[in-house]
Each structure stands twice: as C-alpha cells, then as structure tokens.
T-cell receptor, first 110, second 115 residues
Framework: GESVGLHLPTLSVQEGDNSIINCAYS??????FIWYKQESGKGPQFIID?????DKRQGQRVTVLLNKTVKHLSLQIAATQPGDSAVYFC?????????FGTGTRLLVSP | DAGVIQSPRHEVTEMGQEVTLRCKPI?????LFWYRQTMMRGLELLIY????????DSGMPEDRFSAKMPNASFSTLKIQPSEPRDSAVYFC?????????????FGAGSRLTVL
C-alpha cells in the first residue's frame, strides 16, 4: 500500500521568510499529488495540486515541486505570513483513494 | 454552496453507547469519503462511496463501524457499541472525480469523545 512520510514534524520560521515543507512517497505509480492546509479546529483545505507529468506548479505564494526520480514532493511558501500557521499535509493518489502524510506543523513568528 | 456539512460538531458519550455521525456532501459531487484523525495515526481513510455505492471499506476498523449513503445528499457513520479508543475527529469529504484528479473538500469534522 501507499505510505507517505514527512521529514519534519514542526517547522518554525520568521514572518517574511520562505518556507519549504517536504514529503516522501513510496508508490512510484502514484500520479496525482495534493497539498492540504489544516488550521486548528477545521478540516483540511486544498492548497495546490500537481500531476505526475509535471515537475513544478505555482499558485499564489505557493509552489509545489515534484521529483519522481526520488519520489519526493515539496511545498514552498513565499513570504510566509502568520496566517500560514497550520499543519500541512501532502496527499497522494492513484485514483480516487487519497493517502495522507502525517503532517508538518508550520509555526510563523513575527 | 455551504460546503460539506457535518453534524454533530462535538459528541461526548459513554462507552457502549451508539454514535451516529452525519454528513451532507456538496451538491453535484459524486464521491464521499469518511476519514478519522488522531494524533497517533493521522488521517485514516475509513470508507468511500462513489455514486452512493460503497467502493472500499477496508479502512473500517471493525464490525462496530458501519456507514451508509442512502442518497446523493446524505451519509451516516455509525459506531455501535462505542469504545474509548474510538475517540477522534471524524471528517467527511466529498469530491467530483475526474480522470486522474480527485480534490476532496472536507467538512469541519465531528469531534467524538468516548468516556
């Protein structure tokens, strides 16, 4: 089965810095990847996704990089703001069934 | 759209009692998922439905758990009898599945405490 891991349980950054959250996955057949953000007391919220035929995708202040060779996924947040403080999950799917990583808590200090 | 609506938001019950969690998915979505979240195990997929039909229930912990989706706008997750180890936040999510892409929209969750 799919397993998804994260390199760091907690990431602390200063406001204005860039943040990088990493994720490793095990199934080389995985073809769709999503990053979710979960704030306290809320459900996970979609941030950005990427298909396996892409290496990079950019959104507003966020960039997802996919390295299929080493089965690694990263989320980059530019100019991190206090409102970015949350737990970030990567999720991997082949079709329909999403497997979530354990999450990285991002702490943003002023 | 009001998003995925779950009820109750919080439930405290005693061991042995029946618990029913409810979910209204986003109108037009054709897939519905039940997840459980705990500190120890993270987000675990319990079961998912496609067009109201259960597709994969391999994540359901044991026979005490059951889920139904009688129509496209309603689903329930039932635990009977409940045990303290069932304490968790239960999320319902829905999606409109397109080829190779499945973006789930989550509800706010139901926090269950079994004493």
């Amino acid at each position: 089965g799919e397993s998804v891991g994260l390199h760091l349980p907690t990431l602390s950054v200063q406001e204005g810095d860039n943040s990088i959250i990493n994720c490793a996955y095990s199934n080389s057949a995985s073809d769709y990847f999503i990053w979710y953000k979960q704030e306290s007391g809320k459900g996970p919220q979609f941030i950005i996704d990427i298909r396996s035929n892409m290496d990079k995708r950019q959104g507003q202040r966020v960039t997802v990089l996919l390295n299929k060779t080493v089965k690694h996924l990263s989320l980059q947040i530019a100019a991190t703001q206090p409102g970015d403080s949350a737990v970030y999950f990567c999720a991997v799917t082949g079709f329909q069934k999403l497997v979530f990583g354990t999450g990285t808590r991002l702490l943003v200090s002023p | 759209d009001a998003g995925v609506i779950q009820s109750p938001r919080h439930e405290v019950t005693e061991m042995g009692q029946e618990v029913t969690l409810r979910c209204k998915p986003i109108s037009g979505h054709n897939s519905l998922f039940w997840y459980r979240q705990t500190m120890m195990r993270g987000l675990e997929l319990l079961i998912y439905f496609n067009n109201n039909v259960p597709i994969d229930d391999s994540g359901m912990p044991e026979d005490r758990f059951s889920a139904k989706m009688p129509n496209a706008s309603f689903s329930t997750l039932k635990i009977q009898p409940s045990e303290p180890r069932d304490s968790a936040v239960y999320f319902c999510a829905s999606s409109l599945v397109v080829t190779g892409a499945n973006v789930l929209t989550f509800g706010a969750g139901s926090r269950l405490t079994v004493l």
